[in-house]
């Protein structure tokens, strides 16, 4: 069962233009990560939001947690060709007794120049 | 800090040998250790939990049989890929929690590309 689903799994704008990538779930999570990996290399971690209502600003990125905490999104402003990647959206579920972090699917971002 | 290393970056192997793959914390002291399977155009699937001491936990599906893990100390976990396979051929990517680190912060490795042919 995928806990969280991510939309949309692929995505192919102009250099300049914004965009908004959403992480959904049914599940409350007591905490969300997004994350961007390059072909070939290891996820790098971009923020971690913990608070309903949350938002997070890193340079032109934007992360909100969704105030039930079941969702968050990331809206890009003025994407640049170095904003291509796969971005994960990953959680520790508040029902988890151990520790796993569970990944989205995934949206696959391609920024033209 | 919080630097995580894998070994080798990239590795190809016949059908029938086991490969084995390093994951090490480079800078602190990992009590617990994950590995995932990337497959190409697809997110990171969960294989397995490595605590130091203790067997791994496996996730549903994943045969403990074949991909054998040893987290011998709190700084090298081991995934050995038993009698691989083409369809064994994947992206293997490792992470490590800090002793006493929260439960959401997670290091990851650089990934290890395993090619069986």
């Known amino acids: 069962t995928q806990l969280l689903e991510q939309s949309p799994q692929f995505l192919s704008i102009q250099e300049g233009e914004n965009l908004t990538v959403y992480c959904n779930s049914s599940?409350?999570?007591?905490?969300l990560q997004w994350y961007r990996q390059e072909p070939g290399e290891g996820p790098v971690l971009l923020v971690t939001v913990v608070t309903g209502g949350e938002v997070k600003k890193l340079k032109r990125l934007t992360f909100q947690f969704g105030d039930a905490r079941k969702d968050s999104s990331l809206h890009i402003t003025a994407a640049q060709p170095g904003d291509t990647g796969l971005y994960l959206c990953a959680g520790v579920g508040v029902w988890n007794r151990d520790d796993k972090i569970i990944f989205g699917k995934g949206t696959r971002l391609h920024i033209l120049p | 800090g919080a630097v995580v290393s894998q070994h080798p970056s990239w590795v190809i192997c016949k059908s029938g040998t086991s490969v084995k793959i390093e994951c090490r914390s480079l800078d602190f002291q990992a009590t617990t250790m994950f590995w995932y399977r990337q497959f190409p155009k697809q997110s990171l699937m969960l294989m397995a939990t490595s605590n130091e001491g203790s067997k791994a936990t496996y996730e549903q599906g994943v045969e403990k049989d074949k991909f054998l893990i040893n987290h011998a100390s709190l700084t090298l976990s081991t995934l050995t890929v038993t009698s691989a396979h083409p369809e064994d051929s994947s992206f293997y990517i490792c992470?490590?929690?800090?002793?006493?680190?929260?439960?959401?912060?997670?290091?990851f490795g650089p990934g290890t590309r395993l090619t069986v042919l």
């Open positions: 992470s490590a929690r800090r002793l006493a680190g929260p439960l959401n912060e997670q290091f």
């Open positions: 599940s409350v999570f007591s905490s």
